[in-house]
């Protein structure tokens, strides 16, 4: 998408939706007779913007403060998803507090973008605000040359979700909890691994003093017997 073909975009664009059509076939007419029979073949195939896409580009324009704020929170919440899938964990409670901001971004210029709406003539349905408010949420982490169409308003559709995978507080809580139910299941085997090292040793150690008593006993008979048998052989030896 390069910068002539979204200015082209986003002069039509600025147009009331209604005239789209009209100002389309002029801008094309325009293109050729300037040369620009390329850019002109493109503009030409560019279909009329839904309602949700023509508010979408009216953003740069009526809430640009609101748009930068909100790129900062997706930028923001690409950072910290990145720390959290590479396991820093401290990333969770940044999170959280991102995608607040995210909201509340997306949510006042929704409302803006849906009072343009009605100044325009069209109706801001809970389904055109909803398309409005993914378009918004997808084109904030978005790569770069999608978020300057929509910050100069030469969207040439919708956006998808693009580049980095999102993942909402839910499943981000779902990462955290399974690394940390990973992370205390291979703590609870280490654990149990060492009592059962204690529980072999304490029984080494029980078997080697119960040897060791019955070997003190056997050398005391030993030693009572050989002082008997002395004693006897004294005695012969006395009489004899």
Do not use: C
């Amino acid at each position: 998408m390069d910068n002539e073909y979204t200015e082209a975009v986003a002069t039509l664009m600025r147009r009331p939706l209604s005239g789209f059509t009209a100002a389309r076939g002029e801008l094309v007419r325009t293109l050729r007779e300037q040369g620009k029979t390329d850019l002109a073949k493109r503009i030409a195939g560019l279909r009329k913007p839904s309602v949700a896409l023509w508010a979408l580009n009216q953003a740069g324009q009526v809430a640009a403060a609101d748009l930068d704020a909100l790129r900062s929170a997706g930028d923001r919440l690409r950072q910290a998803q990145e720390r959290l899938l590479r396991g820093d964990r401290s990333a969770g409670e940044q999170i959280s507090e991102v995608v607040r901001e995210q909201r509340g971004a997306i949510d006042s210029l929704s409302r803006r973008l849906g009072m343009v709406l009605s100044a325009g003539g069209h109706a801001a349905s809970a389904e055109t605000l909803r398309r409005i408010s993914d378009g918004l949420r997808s084109a904030s982490t978005a790569e770069p040359e999608t978020w300057s169409a929509l910050r100069q308003g030469g969207l040439p559709s919708e956006p998808d979700q693009v580049g980095f995978p999102m993942l909402d507080v839910t499943d981000m809580q779902r990462v955290t909890d399974a690394r940390v139910d990973h992370e205390a299941e291979a703590h609870r085997r280490r654990l149990a691994a060492a009592a059962d090292d204690v529980r072999r040793a304490e029984e080494l150690e029980t078997a080697a003093l119960e040897q060791e008593e019955a070997a003190r006993q056997r050398r005391e008979q030993a030693t009572e017997a050989l002082k008997v048998a002395r004693t006897i052989l004294s005695k012969l030896q006395d009489e004899g």
